[in-house]
């Protein structure tokens, strides 16, 4: 919660955070009634996320590159193998299961350098960290998205997993959509 906390506006005190690309990741929703969600960034600046429970995959579609369009995003990255629901078996070298595990921990050590340059006065190419604007719809739902993202620990386990949506569903954790719409916002530089 602590670099969370400090990302917040963190593009205020740190000069550089909006240059870059305007990108955006969606969340299409896997299914039922689990909501759809996108983020958008300048940059390493969250400028925008919302997430919504009504329409169907289609509707989500259209509205999705409305926002992309209408945000003038160049870069849009989405999850369409199932990645957000823990889907993806491939393994990503030593140390992730999937690439969901490995694209959140990317995002984390943004969080990290974000909150060691805020924080403690620790030199980080801000092209590395990341910034959420406190103006945004969704701000309070995005961060606590963020902090509640749980990592599976087994036995024998020597690889970075996060929970899978169903198995967040079995332990009556809400879906993280905002958070992974902003994860899949980084997952392309």
């Known amino acids: 919660p602590q670099w969370?906390?400090?990302a917040v506006d963190a593009h205020l005190k740190i000069k550089g955070m909006d240059r870059g690309v305007k990108a955006m990741g969606f969340d299409p929703a896997d299914e039922g009634t689990d909501d759809k969600a996108v983020a958008v960034r300048k940059g390493v600046v969250i400028t925008r996320a919302e997430a919504w429970g009504?329409?169907?995959l289609s509707d989500a579609i259209d509205k999705a590159f409305q926002i992309a369009y209408d945000d003038r995003c160049t870069n849009l990255v989405?999850?369409?193998?199932?990645?957000g629901a823990?889907?993806?078996d491939v393994m990503h070298g030593d140390l992730f299961a999937?690439?969901?595990a490995q694209a959140y921990w990317l995002l984390r050590d943004r969080f990290e350098n974000t909150y060691n340059a805020v924080e403690k006065?620790?030199?980080?190419d801000p092209a590395e960290m990341v910034s959420i604007d406190s103006t945004i719809t969704g701000f309070a739902q995005l961060k606590a998205e963020l902090v509640r993202v749980p990592r599976k620990r087994t036995a024998n386990n020597t690889f970075v997993q996060i929970l899978?949506?169903?198995?967040?569903k079995n332990?009556?954790?809400?879906?993280?959509?905002?958070?992974d719409a902003v994860m899949m916002c980084f997952a392309n530089k």
């Open 98 to 100: 999937n690439k969901r």
């Open 171 to 179: 332990r009556k954790i809400p879906s993280p959509n905002l958070a």
């Open 86 to 88: 823990g889907k993806d």
């Open 54 to 56: 009504d329409g169907d």
């Open 164 to 168: 899978s949506k169903p198995e967040m």
């Open 4 to 6: 969370v906390d400090a």
């Open 121 to 124: 006065g620790v030199y980080s």
């Open 78 to 83: 989405y999850d369409s193998v199932g990645i």
